[in-house]
């Protein structure tokens, strides 16, 4: 059973940085696919940002597109997200996913893509 835990969330004022984690465990994420998603209050759950199993690919929304940056450590087995130069309306709840097949040269941008989930860690951003 794969577990993906996310830490790193807190509150930050507008233009501020943070940087978000997402730990797995069971079994080593190296030949997966995965991606951040976020939750806003009231909102639909949405594509933040992806990548590929191997790193060569990765995609993001384009409300994130220049200020966020996805990454991987296979050694550690944990997936990060440097966010930069942080908004108002980047305030929600982040959650890192996982895919449960292996390799794929593409990065899948909806949920249903995604069998492994963390349990978030909520991100506030005061203006």
């Known amino acids: 059973q794969v577990q993906l835990v996310e830490s790193g969330g807190g509150l930050v004022q507008s233009g501020g940085s943070l940087r978000l984690s997402c730990a797995a465990s069971g079994r080593n994420l190296s030949t997966n696919g995965v991606s951040w998603f976020r939750q806003a209050p009231g909102k639909e759950r949405e594509f933040v940002a992806g990548?590929?199993?191997?790193?060569?690919?990765?995609d993001y929304a384009r409300a994130v597109q220049g200020r966020f940056t996805i990454s991987r450590d296979n050694a550690k087995n944990t997936v990060y997200l440097q966010m930069n130069s942080l908004k108002s309306e980047d305030t929600a709840i982040y959650y890192c996913?996982?895919?449960?097949?292996?390799?794929?040269?593409?990065?899948?941008?909806?949920?249903?893509?995604?069998?492994?989930w963390g349990q978030g860690t909520q991100v506030t951003v005061s203006s």
């Open positions: 996913a996982a895919r449960t097949s292996h390799f794929g040269t593409y990065v899948y941008t909806a949920q249903y893509d995604y069998g492994y």
């Open positions: 990548m590929n199993w191997s790193g060569g690919r990765t």
